[in-house]
């Protein structure tokens, strides 16, 4: 069995800038009297919206797949499982079910992203002006026979401005290709832009802009003793 050294950490932190309004769907809401038909997800103790890393991972692997040709299925609806040392997918972002892999340990980590200190406080601020910061966007179809709107439905969404931490972790083991999986991770951020975050993108949801600053952490061994020395790069 193969032994996976882990030599360094790459970081890519810093912000996520909501270009429009941005909607990362809840799953199920207690629907009040006069509440949105989909809420946005919230930390269930401050009630403050956030993005989660499963979702920008995801979206991040499933447009990197549509530029490199890796998907499979019906539509190219199944994610890459191939699990080759060679494929820049498997190797950064795991094999999807595929256990048998050649390509090791799942290499990125992308934290949940919460508001910025300084859109934190302008969120409060605006709480206590208004009573709500975030924006309940109506919808519905036209019925194009009759020309009349059908199936009225409130979405909520971040508003447009809003910032996010951005915090992606990706692990350097031994034998890998540092500069081609740095590129990978920044293409990936790259091809989110040009798509969207989220729910209901082809509506005008979920634009988004990256601004991240990398570094980089080196991982000695001396025995018991592990040494992270910190790197800018």
């Given amino acids: 069995m193969c032994a996976w050294r882990l030599e360094k950490i790459v970081s890519f932190k810093g912000t996520i800038e909501c270009v429009t309004g941005i909607s990362i769907k809840s799953g199920a809401n207690d629907l009040g009297i006069g509440g949105a038909d989909s809420e946005v997800i919230k930390n269930p103790l401050t009630r403050e919206p956030y993005l989660p890393g499963s ?116 692990q350097i083991f031994e034998g890998d290709n540092e500069t081609d999986m740095v590129e990978t991770v920044k293409n990936g951020l790259a091809l989110v832009e040009q798509s969207y975050l989220g729910n209901s993108g082809s509506r005008g949801y979920g634009q988004v802009k990256f601004h991240y600053e990398i570094s980089e952490k080196s991982v000695a061994v001396d025995g018991k003793k592990i040494t992270i020395t910190n790197k800018e790069v």
């Fill in 55 to 170: 979702s920008l991972k995801g979206k991040m692997r499933s447009q990197l797949e549509l530029a490199y040709g890796k998907t499979s299925g019906d539509n190219g609806a199944n994610p890459c499982g191939c699990g080759k040392r060679e494929c820049p997918i498997c190797t950064i972002f795991g094999a999807h079910s595929n256990t048998k892999v050649a390509c090791g340990p799942t290499r990125i980590l992308v934290r949940d992203s919460v508001f910025t200190e300084v859109f934190r406080q302008k969120f409060y601020e605006h709480i206590l002006e208004s009573g709500n910061a975030l924006e309940v966007k109506a919808e519905n179809i036209i019925d194009r026979s009759s020309g009349k709107a059908k199936n009225p439905r409130s979405m909520e969404r971040v508003p447009a401005g809003a910032e996010f931490t951005l915090d992606i972790q990706l």
